[in-house]
């Protein structure tokens, strides 16, 4: 990548980065030349491309490593997470919000699975629901934590089925602003004993999509997701990212 002579003005550098990004010029990973080489090139000084690059950094699109230089994030979907996160709590954003988004994502990547992904494919999602208890450790009991992660692992496998790669990424930031209220909503369900309805919901989607039916599946999505009075009850008003019920 070659850097070509600019204004003096550390905004030059993410512009540059950001347009090499969208050209292609610049990929996962990719090494970044030397703070001295991209002033000279760019007629900046280095404290103005050390401004930009650090910037870039805290955005999520760069990783300095100790003496190795800078990168090209090998993790862009960090980028978008942090920025929707806070776009979101700004807005003051409600639950009811992230279950409408979480819907129309799941909804339509299954209906991409139906037309699309073969039966093998579809076959090996039963994988990601085997019942929370058999996820237990010889001699542990089953906790909110496994229930947690358990419900989140059969969801983002029925994402990475979608083919879609910005699916995945709005579906990652939507885990991370509504795992709050997961984490109240798998205390009830561990105190009420209800992981096994959960079990059965997932076992209903997955029945639905080996039998490629697309009504059958927006209806169990709908069932899945619905939050009753009874869990809403429980679940904290705001969370600490200000979103709230």
Known sequence: MEFTKTTTNCNEVFRKIEQDILTGELECGDKLPTERDMAANMSLSRSSVREGLKALEIMGILESRQGGGNYIT???ENTINNT???MFALSKGKLD???QLRKVLETEACKYIVRNVSDQAILQLESSIIPPQAHMEPG?????????AYDSNFHMALLDLSDNILYKYLYQTLFVL???YFQGMA???YEKAEYQKTYEEHLAILTALKKRDEKLLEEMIETHIRIDETY???LPRHTKMGISI
Do not use: A
Request: hydrophobic content about 35%; glycine content about 0%; charged content about 25%.
């Open 97 to 99: 919000d992230l279950l």
């Open 84 to 86: 929707l996160c806070i």
């Open 178 to 180: 509504i795992q709050q």
């Open 140 to 148: 542990k009991e089953l906790s909110v934590e496994l229930l947690t």
């Open 74 to 76: 090998q993790h862009p």
């Open 232 to 234: 809403r009850e429980s």
């Open 187 to 189: 205390e009830v369900t």
